[in-house]
């Protein structure tokens, strides 16, 4: 069992920063792939970025290249994302996400937090 809790959302203006951070307990932290959701208002929650348990070749929703990076630390079972360059259209709950393997389909993650608002506005 994982236990998630993602923090570090909050309201920022259009071109900002924000980094996101998911707290990971419970056993076997460093073997599983982790990964960032995110669902917008009326929309289907959507792969962010994953990576791997190693931590190694991160992947990216073409939406979010080149501005947000997902990184992870298993000494301290802590998994991050950076989200740089904000636009309106970022604006949504972000989720983060443990499983056995990557995948950009939300059923194949098993393990979910509750979720951080990220707000982009003037």
């Known amino acids: 069992q994982v236990y998630l809790v993602e923090s570090g959302g909050g309201l920022v203006q259009p071109g900002g920063s924000l980094r996101l951070s998911c707290a990971a307990s419970?056993?076997?932290?460093?073997?599983?792939?982790m990964a960032w959701f995110r669902q917008a208002p009326g929309k289907e929650r959507e792969m962010t970025a994953t990576i791997d348990y190693v931590g190694d070749t991160p992947d990216y929703a073409e939406s979010v290249k080149g501005r947000f990076t997902i990184s992870r630390d298993n000494a301290k079972n802590m998994v991050y994302l950076q989200l740089n360059g904000l636009t309106p259209e970022d604006t949504a709950v972000y989720y983060c996400?443990?499983?056995?393997?990557?995948?950009?389909?939300?059923?194949?993650?098993?393990?979910w937090g509750q979720g951080t608002q990220v707000t982009v506005s003037s």
């Open positions: 419970g056993s076997g932290f460093y073997r599983n792939a």
């Open positions: 996400a443990a499983g056995n393997a990557r995948s950009n389909y939300r059923s194949k993650w098993i393990y």
